[in-house]
Structure formats: C-alpha cells, structure tokens
C-alpha cells in the first residue's frame, strides 16, 4: 500500500483551516450540537440558536470592552435577522450557512463596535 504524503497533508491543512472556519466563524460549535438536540423542532432550535448568538454577542462584547447595552443592541439585531432568515428562506435545522450567515454578522457587527467605541 503506497502512502501519498501529499495528500494526508492537504487533507491536515484542510482540516486545520476547515474546523476554525465552520465551527467559530459559521456558528457550528452552536448550530450543529442545536439541530441534533432539538431534531430541528421549531420554536426550539430558534431558541438554541437566540441563546448561541447571546453567548457569541456578549462573550466576545467582554473581551472587547462593549457595553452590554450595545452587546444587547447587537443580540437583538442578530436574533430578528435570525428569524427574518428563518422566515424566507425555510428551516434552518438542514442547512448550516442560513445561521452562519446570521453567527458572521454578529461577529462582525460586535468587532466593528468595539473598534468605533475605542477611546
């Protein structure tokens, strides 16, 4: 059997890049382990991922020194595009992007109110 150790590396660095990427910036660590809770279950995956979004908002709205009424400002915005995005375009226990879209957008929306309240 001839190993290609081109191949397993890629595949690493693939993987190595993937995880991050998935699992923090597209809100898996909250959206996968929510779907298999709940089956995908409405009002209940809803409710998982509102309080996924709440601990991304105000975890990271810590470390960056936003104040919780801008990180509740930023978690209430996210949960409304949440449940705009559940509303047009359909469920959202199959389809992992619908809630990282909405997970980024928080992210970034968080990062860029830390940035304009910097003294």
Sequence with gaps: MKIDARKITATVVAAL????????????????PAIRITRGRE???SILLSAGLA?????????????????AG???????????IRKSLGGLDQN????GMVH??????????????RP
């Design 17 to 32: 890049i993937a995880t991050p990427v998935v699992g923090f910036l597209m809100g898996g660590i909250y959206s996968l």
């Design 43 to 45: 009002p209940w995956l």
């Design 55 to 71: 601990g991304t908002v105000f975890a990271l709205g810590f470390l960056l020194g936003v104040p919780v009424m801008y990180g």
């Design 74 to 84: 930023i978690w209430v915005l996210s949960v409304g595009l949440l449940l705009a």
């Design 96 to 99: 992992l992007e619908r809630f």
């Design 104 to 117: 980024a957008l928080a992210l970034l929306i968080t990062f860029l109110i830390a940035v304009v309240l």
